[in-house]
Structure formats: structure tokens, C-alpha cells
């Protein structure tokens, strides 16, 4: 196939959205309350739909499940989501299992191991990125006894960090924080602590403690990345993550840019920044910021023009 494959996001409100997502991006966004962008979704909860050319109007699961040759993927189900969140207000700490403990405890939900690239960051926004707990059971007295100052590890962020985020993870966004999330197909979320936030209908918001508890790495703490930037065929590229989960990189072309063709791997795309061109077989194609899609297995030689910032992704 030689034709990009462009995606319509789906848009979840949360008790911590706002209004960024139109802001930054100029997404039709259902409310003021609007949490997160699902970009690039095939899990029930959410699909993104398929936005012009052959497949035009297919839920992105049910393109997976018919045309297994676009994706080359030995996955029984498409692995990924890809994600924009605007946190507005903080996130409730949490923390995800992974496959194994997912697979008995979630009807064999994926687990789900993330990473965050921060598109947009209000001075002072920060994250909570791990704990400070040694044991088990300090993890579970720090945890009955509320002491979140002493557990907690709070790290100040910017536009254009990178962390991962591997399961098992406690972690939070805090206010004022935009990212774009890379992250196993899954909508499993352990909550430790809600900041004793109430929901619409004045309750309490559920706490996970014990499988949060079950799943949580111990002890963890927050490592810096170093990242391999080199120069190819037009493009500054950005290796953030390799795993066997995904493959994360940044791509900022600035000009022309003539990426190889025909790869065995699919690639999901995201301009976070800019806007430009892609040109294929004799097509061209708008990028504006915001755009999300796919190039499929084998997708032939192409061109990028424009002055662009772009997450790039495969499983």
C-alpha cells in the first residue's frame, strides 16, 4: 500500500482535563474537561477511525483483523495507543501491572508499561516518577499512614523530556503538563491516591491498594535517560526507547527529508510540532500539527517537507 493510513482520534474527559487539547492542537474537543487524546487506538474503549483513502470509516481493530498485511505484526490484537493527555489538574498516583498479572487479574488485558514525551509544560509543572520505599512493608505504612511527601519522588519537567515508564511504576502527571504518550494497549489503571477527589456524583474515587501494592516495583527510583541523536537522510533522529514492547524515537525535519522505504515494520507517526508535506507515489498529503497515522509494512519511498517535530513509533 503506498498510501498513508490517517486516523480520526477519540477524546475521553476526565475530572483532570481542560482545554489544551484545542488549544495546542486545534482539536474539536467535546468540553472543558477534556483529558486525553486517543490518537492512535484500537482497544475497545476508544478506536480511532480511519480518515479518507480505501479504508475510509474502519474502526482501527477491525482494519487489524482484515488487513494483517498493512501491519506484519504477529500480535493477536494492535499493541499500541498513542496518546495525548492534558493534565489540567494533577492525576491520581498510580501504578500498572504487567501481561502476566493483567492476563489473570483483567480478563487478559494487556499489561501496560508507557513512556511520556512532554510536548508542553507550565513553569513549575512537575511529575511524580517512582517512590521512596525500600521494602514491601514500608511501601505499605508509608502508603496506610498518608505520609505522600516521604514516598512519593516529584520531579520537575519541561517541554521535550522523555521518561519511561515501565510497569510497576508509581507515577503521576502533575498540573500543567502536555504529553504525548507511547503505551501497550491497555486501560488497566491501579490507583494509590486521588488527592481525596470526588467524582460527579460527590463520592470518593475507587483506590486499587491491594493489586497496586501486588504489582509495584520495589524498590524504584527515577534514573535519567541519555539519548542517541544522529543525522539520516534529512532527519535529526532521537532514539528515546527500544524495548520489546515498542520503539520510540523523535524525528525533526527541517526542509526535505527522504526516509527509506518499504520497512518490515508498520510506523505510527504524531506531529507534535509544525506542520509540512508528505509526498508518495506521486500524492501529496497534508501534515498539519496534531496529525496522526500510519505507514504501513512495505509503504514505498516518500518525502517530507516542512518544518516538523514528529513522534515516531512501532511495536
Not at 79 to 96: E, F, G, N, R
Not at 227 to 252: C, H, L, P
Amino acid at each position: 500500500m503506498s498510501q498513508p493510513i490517517f486516523l480520526q482520534p477519540v477524546f475521553q474527559e476526565r475530572i483532570w482535563g481542560g482545554t489544551k487539547l484545542n488549544e495546542l492542537f486545534q482539536y474539536d474537543i467535546p468540553s472543558s474537561a477534556t483529558g486525553e487524546c486517543w490518537a492512535v487506538s484500537a482497544h475497545p474503549n476508544g478506536q480511532s477511525v480511519v480518515s479518507g483513502g480505501p479504508y475510509d470509516g474502519l474502526k482501527l481493530g477491525q482494519l487489524w483483523t482484515a488487513h494483517p498485511e498493512l501491519f506484519g505484526s504477529k500480535s493477536a490484537v494492535f499493541p499500541l495507543l498513542t496518546k495525548i493527555l492534558d493534565a489540567s489538574d494533577d492525576l491520581s498516583v498510580q501504578v500498572h501491572p504487567d501481561d502476566a498479572y493483567a492476563g489473570v487479574h483483567e480478563n487478559g488485558e494487556l499489561g501496560k508499561t508507557e513512556c511520556w514525551y512532554i510536548v508542553d509544560a507550565e513553569p513549575g509543572a512537575s511529575i511524580i516518577y517512582g517512590h521512596e520505599a525500600q521494602t514491601k512493608e514500608q511501601l505499605v505504612q508509608l502508603i496506610q499512614e498518608g505520609k505522600w511527601n516521604d514516598l512519593l519522588t516529584s520531579i520537575p519537567v519541561k517541554a521535550g523530556d522523555f521518561f519511561y515508564v515501565p510497569s510497576g511504576t508509581i507515577h503521576a502527571l502533575g498540573r500543567g503538563v502536555v504529553v504525548l504518550e507511547t503505551q501497550q494497549s491497555s486501560d488497566t489503571t491501579y490507583r494509590v491516591y486521588d488527592y481525596d477527589r470526588r467524582d460527579k456524583d460527590g463520592n470518593l474515587r475507587e483506590l486499587h491498594l491491594e493489586k497496586a501494592i501486588d504489582v509495584t516495583t520495589i524498590p524504584q527510583s527515577y534514573v535519567a535517560g541519555s539519548y542517541d541523536t544522529r543525522e539520516a537522510d534529512g532527519i535529526v533522529i532521537t532514539s528515546f526507547v527500544s524495548n520489546d514492547f515498542f520503539t520510540v524515537e523523535k524525528w525533526v525535519v527541517d526542509g526535505k527529508a527522504k526516509p527509506p522505504g518499504g520497512e518490515q515494520k508498520y510506523k505510527i507517526l504524531s506531529v507534535i510540532e509544525g506542520s509540512g508535506v508528505l509526498r508518495a507515489d506521486g500524492q501529496s498529503y497534508e501534515l498539519p500539527k496534531g496529525a496522526h497515522f500510519i505507514l504501513p509494512v512495505g509503504f514505498g519511498s516518500y518525502e517530507l517537507e516542512g518544518k516538523l517535530r514528529l513522534i515516531v513509533s512501532n511495536e
